[in-house]
């Protein structure tokens, strides 16, 4: 059983700043790349930003220079750091990550993290 597991979200001000956390846990062999989705009201899914093992990282066009996404592989832990917040990127985030267990490597999902962004 793996879980992953937000924190951090909460209500901000445009040109704020906010970090999320997302820990797994649970039977955990190796996880491979880690990343954050987010969803808006109305809209889909998209891909936030994501980061390998390796520590490469890539970014929607839409956070390139406001938002960082770093791990520590010690703590299974993926971090969001969210700077210059903008209404717009308002949305529940989501954290996500490639987890190999004894029995299989899955696509895992955490139950989301909502970001209100309004003065």
């Known amino acids: 059983q793996v879980q992953l597991v937000e924190s951090g979200g909460g209500l901000v001000q445009p040109g704020g700043s906010l970090r999320l956390s997302c820990a797994a846990s649970?039977?955990?062999?190796?996880?491979?790349?880690m990343g954050w989705y987010r969803q808006a009201p109305g809209k889909e899914r998209e891909l936030v930003a994501a980061?390998?093992?390796?520590?490469?990282?890539n970014y929607a066009d839409s956070v390139k220079g406001r938002f960082t996404i770093s791990r520590d592989n010690a703590k299974n832990t993926v971090y969001l750091q969210m700077n210059s917040l903008k209404p717009e990127d308002a949305a529940v985030y989501y954290c996500?990550?490639?987890?190999?267990?004894?029995?299989?490597?899955?696509?895992?999902w955490g139950e989301g993290a909502e970001v209100p962004v309004s003065s």
């Open positions: 996500t990550a490639t987890i190999a267990t004894i029995f299989r490597t899955y696509d895992y």
């Open positions: 649970g039977s955990i062999v190796r996880i491979h790349t």
């Open positions: 980061i390998t093992s390796g520590g490469s990282t």
